[in-house]
T-cell receptor
Framework: DSGVTQTPKHLITATGQRVTLRCSPR?????VYWYQQSLDQGLQFLIQ???????AKGNILERFSAQQFPDLHSELNLSSLELGDSALYFC???????????FGPGTRLTVT | AQSVTQLDSQVPVFEEAPVELRCNYS??????LFWYVQYPNQGLQLLLK??????LVKGINGFEAEFNKSQTSFHLRKPSVHISDTAEYFC????????????FGGGTRVLVKP
């Protein structure tokens, strides 16, 4: 158990819908990262937050957004969902920016 | 931009035999290097990391990796595998000057046979 929690574990929804994925970092970790794992794209970095501020952006679609709250948990919002958004979404946290990242168990999103 | 290449997509190996998983990276800057393991239907678990110092890094579960700057490689080894090592292994690099986001290789699926 890495100490990073993600909810829900599974999510099934229809095209065009909007979902919110939630992540709680390890106690004391200030930095949160979101990654997407899909069969065709592999593991890709989406976005990073550090102590509530956005620090880096990767291959994140405009339909996706995220935020980190004062209690340091983070949410990833996915809207206007398409079939191709079906993937595993991982959250990771680290104590600071230049430290190793610990991954949560992931949320499996299925868009039908 | 950084990239990571894992040269083998699948590696079958017999139980108690050694295994080596190859990883090469390209980067114009100094990077940190990591190996993660993903067991079926689970998240990624950190096996080991290279940040600086000794080029031979020891990790959990008997794994070790060697950083070779001239060959831009970070190969993972285990002298004797167990059935429980069946999993997918990911090599990753990060740029500490750019937020430390991870760039992953495509993964190597290790299947340990009895």
């Amino acid at each position: 158990d890495s100490g990073v929690t993600q909810t829900p574990k599974h999510l099934i929804t229809a095209t065009g819908q909007r979902v919110t994925l939630r992540c709680s970092p390890r106690s004391g970790d200030l930095s949160v990262y979101w990654y997407q794992q899909s069969l065709d794209q592999g593991l890709q970095f989406l976005i990073q937050y550090y102590n509530g501020e956005e620090r880096a952006k990767g291959n994140i679609l405009e339909r996706f957004s995220a935020q980190q709250f004062p209690d340091l948990h983070s949410e990833l919002n996915l809207s206007s969902l398409e079939l191709g958004d079906s993937a595993l979404y991982f959250c990771a946290s680290s104590v600071d920016i230049n430290y190793e990242q610990y991954f949560g168990p992931g949320t499996r999103l299925t868009v039908t | 931009a950084q990239s990571v290449t894992q040269l083998d997509s699948q590696v079958p190996v017999f139980e108690e035999a050694p295994v080596e998983l190859r990883c090469n990276y390209s980067s114009s800057v100094s990077v940190y290097l990591f190996w993660y393991v993903q067991y079926p239907n689970q998240g990624l678990q950190l096996l080991l990391k290279y940040l600086s110092g000794s080029t031979l890094v020891k990790g959990i579960n008997g794994f070790e990796a060697e950083f070779n700057k001239s060959q831009t490689s970070f190969h993972l080894r285990k002298p004797s595998v167990h059935i429980s090592d069946t999993a997918e292994y990911f090599c990753a690099v990060s740029d500490p000057a750019a937020g430390n986001k991870l760039t992953f290789g495509g993964g190597t699926r290790v299947l340990v046979k009895p």
